[in-house]
């Protein structure tokens, strides 16, 4: 199985377009992998898969970490963005519009704000609509810290439960089963940063 690194560069070649579900489907055909096969790893169903990869649906938080799981990846290797990095910057800055974006289920969106594939930890830029959610628990390797910057969180850290406001923080062993919501009425935005980058 390729290294992450070499992974990156196989993305390269997607295309600075590239959208979430071209790059799955990419990947599972360079893994010989049939939608069957990802569905049945991923505990997902063939179908919604499909819709993933034609761009008919976008993938909640939890389906999109159990294919990457299934894939042998992390989430971050889905990270797509359209504008390049002069090469003074490149491994060092990231710029507010040249962030890589994923967009989940019902609008929640999660931009990268450090480099792709570089250093020891990976900080996420989130915002979650008002009543948007990751319904569905999940894990990933690593310790993760939120930090509301607006609106407010509910988060779920195994049977703990936690309500969240604007300057507010968490953290937690990402290896505990987790999930958040925007209980609000406005837009919140979270900053979270993940050490070592594992989502």
Request: aromatic share 8%; net charge negative.
């Amino acid at each position: 199985m390729a290294s992450e690194m070499g992974l990156e560069a196989e993305a390269a070649g997607v295309g600075e377009d590239a959208v979430l579900g071209e790059r799955i489907r990419g990947l599972r055909k360079r893994r010989k992998m049939t939608l069957a096969q990802l569905a049945e790893s991923a505990n997902l169903s063939t179908g919604y898969i499909s819709q993933i990869e034609r761009k008919l649906a976008y993938p909640s938080i939890p389906a999109l970490v159990n294919i990457a799981k299934s894939l042998g990846v992390t989430v971050q290797w889905f990270f797509a963005g359209a504008s390049p990095v002069p090469q003074e910057e490149h491994g060092y800055v990231v710029r507010q519009g040249n962030r890589l974006k994923i967009q989940y289920e019902h609008g929640i969106v999660d931009e990268l704000v450090t480099p792709k594939m570089s250093l020891q930890v990976e900080m996420i830029y989130t915002r979650l609509p008002p009543g948007t959610e990751s319904a569905e628990s999940y894990t990933h390797a690593g310790d993760g810290v939120g930090f509301v910057i607006s609106g407010e969180l509910e988060i779920w850290v195994g049977e703990r439960h936690f309500h969240l406001y604007e300057g507010d923080s968490c953290s937690y062993s990402s290896g505990e089963p987790h999930r958040y919501r925007n209980s609000g009425s406005r837009e919140t935005v979270v900053v979270w940063a993940i050490s070592p980058p594992s989502f």
